[in-house]
């Protein structure tokens, strides 16, 4: 879906664009990612005035809302650096929707610019930083689940595999139907909550069938639905967000 | 025609405006560039695969291989034309033989049950057959009518093995059918089936459950017909 | 031009409804039998599917088919006039219908002009959206669905489920089941008996038919020509015994040539069901003609609006209209996957359902089917013309709370003010940053947003924590603690 992309080289400086909702529900997760890249020698800005791409009210139809809410983030990009996003869900609605969001408004081309220049992390780090690993962690099973959005809005399906697999005690296992969706959604989880219950059971049952004890995703919402289900289950998987997990075992 | 204008007049007067058709690249569906080697091989592993026996003959022996597809089956009333050479040839092999010709040069009011209830088999000629989804292409003709590739519990065609083409945009680009369709068109890959029974496959559901193909093949002077 | 111009619906028939789609989905899904169904019959579907597509250049070949679409809609007023004259010159007659109403009347008409008391029908999903054969029922004609899917579906007194595979929410047994209790046909799990015995029911019908009713998949412009695309031998039966055939189908089934058809096919048979192609594909350019010993005397054909030119007003519903009827978008969907086809409660199910059935029923009767989705991509990924299908979803979300362009029946009808408040709340939050930054309280005000709802995610998950700090917070930390390590000074002038 999306076009082939050409990555430029390794930039001196990145905007980290946090996301609503690691900001209030997985901090360490941002912080996490934000260590990373300055590993690689990179100077993170983290705008202060950062708050949600506007997504939850796209989505739900809610344009006016959501353009206000994605207005108030365009101004905060102002010099070329690549803009990294630690979600392919709100990385995709800033890189495919905005444009769409700002057609035919007077902020168009600055959106289209700020497009451009958005990275979901993973990909940053495959694709722009050429992210070299060292794994000090114990041996461990672990599913990988890449969200619908990083897998189908910004076609990075193999983008946090090939990171995984650069961690030698750890082995990727193959969950059954992995490129399904876990039922998140945003609001879909809310508003049709059986039928995403039954898409998170498959996934849960997917994830522990293949053996995982663990599970990383590069998006919260997929870790908040998918982790809140094992919780609830009492099932002994742990969720983490891929930047967590490269940080914890690497540093 | 109230209906009609008024749909027009919203299409012509569209709210958005006129809009610009792109152009087509079909290169995607054409140029495979296959030998005929490759294009018969394609053809019989796509036919097979869906159920459809395939019959190798010499063109001059072909009606030999007929007869005994018959015995072997144990058809004993075939439907057939008069005209094509396919018939002629198979009128005057099988006149002696056990199995009884049935005519098909009449409208099908005056033998409908005849048709559905006593007919073993039809034999029809082929205008050729595509490679790359194992499908024949028949042109039904007065001599040879639409049904009896359809009604009959077995379908027997014959198909000349240098009527091979590559893909179905070949065919259609090839032999200028936008210049002119018969009244009936058709593609045919494999005998009658469904799946819709759990998606368990089922041959014959409607039309015929064995679909038997007679590739000829020209020896050094015979030429196909 | 009136949505559910006509109530006709099928009398003892089980129905479903759209506005029911809760409901309907939660027995969908307590209910394992159909669960397991659709779960079995989906994944084969798409290993099929990907199987099928194995050595092409499927990007490419996608590539034209939306660009053969396009341009046919793009021409659409041309092309519909041209295939009209075409047709009409090789003896086809052309009949327009504004809604499903007139394309019923028009039906029955040419019916009674032959005293016609038995219509038999091939697959066809407009003469479904029409509800054509309870029209015709009520009119003393019998229509009987001669598709194996649709036949079964049609003894059971029910819709189909998918727009390909009509019974596909059935097993063997149920089936067996059906059969013996409507034809008396003997109990067997044996799939060639069951498929015998419904020939020699149809068999007898074909003969006895008046009438045959048939969908059209492509209406080819330049020839004149309808293309049917089947693997029973049903439609050719449909289209070849009864003495009248009758096409019917939505105007926008157009295609420009003759050459436009061979790459819609490849895309369709291997898209729908995964194979390289189907047993027969059936192009017809006339009725019997002087000489010929079959096939019907009449043929006509009848285009069927019902929507479709207000779809076609505004350019981006337009891409709609693209659709081929191939059902792969359901076969993707996590949702259809588990809900099903009847739970949907219209004619077309799933993903393409949800973005067509609006504009045909009208987004108060269909307003919580462009909810009913993820957005995750699959439809979009998937179609043989490239239907942006996630972003037409939003865009009729848009619509139902009145934040669209208007362009669809029943725009506006879901907005509520609560909800609306609740959504400028957020805006208000996210556009103070300041506010935002307070931090832990946001979280708290951010769950005011759906106070009634977001008790349902607790059911099956423990509740989202907020951490006990924000990323603000950590950012704010981590950088204090480099700044004092002099190296690291940014020369940035910015945070």
């Known amino acids: ?251 | 025609m109230r209906a009609r204008d008024a749909i027009l007049k919203r299409l012509r007067e569209r709210a958005d405006g006129p809009l610009s058709a792109p152009d087509s690249d079909f290169a995607v569906v054409t140029n495979r560039g296959w030998s005929a080697e490759e294009r018969l091989a394609r053809f019989e592993h796509w036919i097979t695969s869906v159920h459809g026996e395939v019959i190798h003959t010499p063109h001059e022996t072909w009606t030999d291989t007929l007869t005994k597809v018959l015995a072997d089956k144990g058809m004993r009333r075939l439907a057939l034309g008069k005209q094509h050479s396919v018939a002629v040839e198979a009128r005057r092999a099988l006149a002696g033989a056990e199995v009884e010709l049935v005519d098909v040069d009449r409208d099908i009011e005056t033998w409908q049950r005849e048709q559905f209830e006593s007919v073993d088999a039809g034999l029809t000629s082929t205008r050729g057959a595509i490679a790359e989804t194992g499908s024949l292409w028949l042109w039904p003709t007065p001599d040879e009518p639409r049904l009896i590739s359809l009604v009959p519990p077995i379908h027997i065609a014959v198909l000349d093995a240098d009527t091979l083409e590559d893909t179905f945009f070949d065919v259609v680009k090839a032999h200028g059918w936008a210049g002119g369709m018969p009244t009936n068109a058709l593609l045919i890959s494999g005998p009658s089936k469904t799946a819709d029974i759990e998606q368990t496959l089922a041959y014959g559901v409607h039309g015929p459950r064995a679909l038997v193909v007679l590739v000829r093949h020209a020896t050094t002077q015979a030429e196909g017909a | 031009m009136s949505l559910q111009s006509h109530d006709v619906r099928p009398q003892g028939v089980q129905t479903y409804t759209p506005r029911e789609f809760h409901h309907q989905a939660h027995d969908a899904l307590g209910n394992p039998q159909i669960r397991a169904n659709f779960r079995k019959a989906m994944d084969g579907l798409m290993t099929k599917r990907r199987d099928s597509f194995a050595d092409w250049d499927l990007e490419t070949l996608r590539e034209l088919g939306a660009n053969i679409r396009l341009r046919a809609l793009a021409k659409l007023p041309d092309l519909l006039e041209q295939l009209e004259a075409n047709c009409e010159a090789n003896g086809i007659r052309v009949h327009w219908a504004e809604d499903g109403e007139q394309a019923c009347r028009i039906i029955r008409e040419i019916c009674e002009s032959h005293d016609a008391r038995s219509v038999v029908k091939g697959k066809s999903m407009v003469t479904e959206e029409m509800h054509l054969n309870a029209y015709l029922e009520q009119a003393g004609i019998e229509a009987l669905e001669s598709d194996l899917g649709e036949y079964l579906v049609q003894l059971n007194e029910q819709t189909p489920s998918h727009i390909i595979m009509p019974a596909i929410h059935l097993n063997t047994d149920e089936i067996s089941e059906i059969l013996h209790d409507k034809t008396g046909t003997e109990r067997t799990r044996d799939v060639d008996t069951m498929t015998a015995a419904a020939r020699q029911q149809l068999r007898e019908r074909f003969m006895a038919a008046d009438v045959g009713v048939s969908g059209v998949n492509f209406a080819v412009a330049e020839t004149g020509t309808l293309c049917l695309v089947e693997n029973e031998g049903n439609g050719r039966m449909t289209t070849t015994v009864p003495p009248v055939h009758i096409a019917v189908t939505g105007i926008e089934k157009v295609v420009e040539q003759l050459r436009d058809v061979p790459p819609l096919y490849a895309l369709l048979t291997r898209s729908a069901t995964g194979q390289h192609v189907t047993t027969y594909f059936n192009m017809i350019s006339s009725p019997r003609k002087e000489g010929e010993h079959d096939g019907p005397k009449e043929v006509h054909l009848v285009l069927v609006d019902s929507g479709r030119s207000r779809i076609y007003q505004d350019d981006e519903l337009l891409d709609t209209l693209r659709c081929i009827r191939c059902g792969a978008c359901m076969n993707h969907c996590p949702v259809y996957t588990r809900v099903g086809g009847h739970s949907y409660g219209t004619t077309y199910p799933g993903p393409i359902g949800s973005i067509l059935s609006p504009h045909l029923m009208g987004l108060e009767e269909t307003k919580d089917l462009p909810t009913a989705s993820s957005l995750c991509g699959a439809c979009g990924e998937v179609c043989p013309v490239k239907i942006p299908i996630p972003d037409l979803l939003v865009r009729l979300r848009r619509e139902s709370v009145g934040e669209g362009r208007g362009n669809v029946p029943g725009a506006g009808v879901k907005r509520t003010r609560k909800e609306a408040a609740a959504w400028k709340g957020f805006q208000w939050l996210a556009t103070h940053p300041a506010v935002w930054r307070a931090g832990t309280s946001v979280p708290g005000k951010l769950r005011a947003l759906m106070p009634a709802k977001l008790g349902v995610w607790t059911d099956y998950r423990t509740a989202p924590k907020p951490a006990g700090t924000t990323l603000h917070a950590l950012v704010k930390r981590h950088q204090a603690s480099k700044s004092h390590q002099p190296n690291n000074k940014s020369h940035e002038e910015e945070p």
């Open chain 1, 1 to 251: 879906m999306t076009p082939v992309k050409f990555y430029p080289s390794k930039s001196e400086k990145v905007y980290f664009f946090g996301t609503c909702l690691v900001d209030l529900f997985y901090p360490q997760a941002g912080l996490d990612a934000i260590r990373l890249l300055e590993r690689e020698g990179i100077e993170v800005l983290f705008p202060e005035d950062q708050t949600c791409c506007g997504q939850p009210a796209y989505t739900s139809g809610y344009q006016q809302e959501a353009r206000a809410v994605a207005t108030a983030q365009l101004d905060l990009f102002p010099k070329p650096w690549p803009i990294v996003v630690p979600s392919g869900s709100c990385g995709g609605m800033m890189r495919t929707h905005y444009p769409q969001l700002f057609a035919g408004t007077d902020r168009e081309s600055q959106a289209n610019e700020v497009a451009g220049r958005v990275y979901e992390l993973t990909e940053f780090l495959v694709h722009v930083c050429h992210l070299k690993l060292e794994d000090s962690g114990a041996p461990e099973k672990v599913a990988m689940h890449t969200s619908c959005s990083a897998r189908r809005e910004m076609g990075l399906a193999e983008a946090g595999p090939a990171l995984l697999a650069q961690l030698g005690q750890v082995e990727l296992v193959e969950q059954a139907r992995g490129a399904e969706c876990c039922g998140f959604g945003g609001t879909f989880a809310v508003r049709h909550p059986e039928v995403s219950a039954a898409m998170v059971e498959d996934k849960t049952t997917a994830i522990a069938e293949a053996g995982a004890q663990r599970f990383v995703t590069s998006d919260c919402g997929c870790l908040m639905n998918i982790g809140g289900r094992f919780e609830q289950q009492h099932t002994p998987v742990q969720g983490e967000h891929i930047a967590s997990y490269l940080w914890r075992r690497t540093s």
